[in-house]
């Protein structure tokens, strides 16, 4: 059987990760209409205290995000996202000194203030296509960034989506982009497929069974399914019942190659881990 290498080590500004064990990447939603935990974190009190819980579970990542891009989500302007993001970094950085915080946005200059204010990588959910400033900017920064595959915009992403295959048009999708952040000397990508970012239920779930296919890349490969539909649909429950289902979800997806999670709920993520590091399960 063929086998993959993919690469251990992250450099966020410094700090060695090594993703031999999967890592958990906590979220922390500093918006008022995220689908699951909109309005819990927006203030500063509330954001300290979210993080301090995830990074006690065992979080290696803090994905902090002022921009909702649940189906339907209204844009806010770039000053408003700054304006939300920029001080629950910096009070972050300060009460936390050692933390990863990854900034969850597909604005250029939102990115480049997070990472000057202290955040150490770029996850963003639209893959450089929404701001055709990204790619430059992080080039320039240098620091680890999460590429994702969506499909549409937000607002119409669920009307009907449509592959002729699912799994090569997305391979296609990343091939060009991964190569030429290569090419231009990004040494650390992540590959994140998207589930639920312009894809039905059998799109995402034939994704999750076939994730393995993307180990071709030879990049680690970030799953976020935390309480997603694709769940919620299958268990015929609403976002605030499906912890077991998104732990069933992630314990397949860590199967499958995935090499960070990112969730909602620490301690089960970091959990389902460690159990399948026990198994001496092949991740």
Same mark, same amino acid.
């Given at each position: 059987?063929?086998?993959?290498?993919?690469?251990?080590?992250?450099?966020?500004?410094?700090?060695?990760?090594?993703?031999?064990?999967?890592?958990?990447?906590? *979220?922390?939603?500093?918006?008022?209409?995220?689908?699951?935990?909109?309005?819990?974190?927006?203030?500063?009190?509330?954001?300290?205290?979210?993080?301090?819980?995830?990074?006690?579970?065992?979080?290696?990542?803090?994905?902090?995000?002022?921009?909702?891009?649940?189906?339907?989500?209204?844009?806010?302007?770039?000053?408003?996202?700054?304006?939300?993001?920029?001080?629950?970094?910096?009070?972050?950085?300060?009460?936390?000194?050692?933390?990863?915080?990854?900034?969850?946005?597909?604005?250029?200059?939102?990115?480049?203030?997070?990472?000057?204010?202290?955040?150490?990588?770029?996850?963003?959910?639209?893959?450089?296509?929404?701001?055709?400033?990204?790619?430059?900017?992080?080039?320039?920064?240098?620091?680890?960034?999460?590429?994702?595959?969506?499909?549409?915009?937000?607002?119409?992403?669920?009307?009907?989506?449509?592959?002729?295959?699912?799994?090569?048009?997305?391979?296609?999708?990343?091939?060009?982009?991964?190569?030429?952040?290569?090419?231009?000397?990004?040494?650390?990508?992540?590959?994140?497929?998207?589930?639920?970012?312009?894809?039905?239920?059998?799109?995402?779930?034939?994704?999750?069974?076939?994730?393995?296919?993307?180990?071709?890349?030879?990049?680690?490969?970030?799953?976020?399914?935390?309480?997603?539909?694709?769940?919620?649909?299958?268990?015929?429950?609403?976002?605030?019942?499906?912890?077991?289902?998104?732990?069933?979800?992630?314990?397949?997806?860590?199967?499958?190659?995935?090499?960070?999670?990112?969730?909602?709920?620490?301690?089960?993520?970091?959990?389902?881990?460690? *159990?399948?590091?026990?198994?001496?399960?092949?991740?």
């Amino acid at each position: 059987m063929q086998t993959f290498k993919s690469k251990k080590y992250i450099n966020c500004k410094g700090k060695l990760v090594n993703l031999e064990k999967p890592a958990v990447m906590g *979220i922390l939603n500093i918006t008022n209409d995220s689908f699951f935990d909109g309005g819990k974190h927006n203030s500063v009190d509330n954001a300290l205290f979210q993080t301090e819980k995830m990074l006690n579970e065992g979080a290696t990542f803090i994905d902090v995000g002022a921009q909702s891009t649940r189906p339907g989500a209204d844009m806010i302007g770039q000053e408003a996202e700054l304006k939300a993001a920029i001080p629950v970094i910096e009070k972050l950085v300060k009460k936390f000194p050692e933390i990863i915080i990854s900034i969850d946005t597909f604005r250029a200059e939102v990115a480049k203030q997070a990472i000057a204010a202290g955040a150490s990588m770029i996850n963003d959910v639209s893959g450089g296509e929404d701001d055709p400033k990204m790619f430059e900017t992080v080039i320039n920064l240098k620091v680890p960034y999460i590429l994702m595959h969506k499909q549409g915009d937000y607002k119409t992403m669920h009307h009907n989506p449509t592959y002729q295959n699912v799994v090569t048009d997305i391979m296609n999708y990343f091939i060009p982009k991964v190569e030429y952040l290569k090419q231009n000397g990004v040494a650390d990508l992540i590959l994140d497929l998207g589930f639920g970012f312009g894809k039905n239920l059998e799109h995402n779930y034939e994704l999750l069974i076939k994730m393995d296919r993307f180990k071709i890349f030879e990049l680690p490969i970030l799953v976020g399914v935390s309480r997603k539909k694709m769940i919620q649909n299958i268990i015929e429950a609403d976002a605030q019942q499906a912890l077991n289902g998104t732990t069933v979800v992630n314990t397949i997806a860590l199967m499958k190659g995935a090499k960070i999670l990112r969730v909602h709920d620490v301690k089960e993520a970091v959990e389902a881990v460690k *159990i399948m590091m026990q198994c001496n399960v092949e991740l």
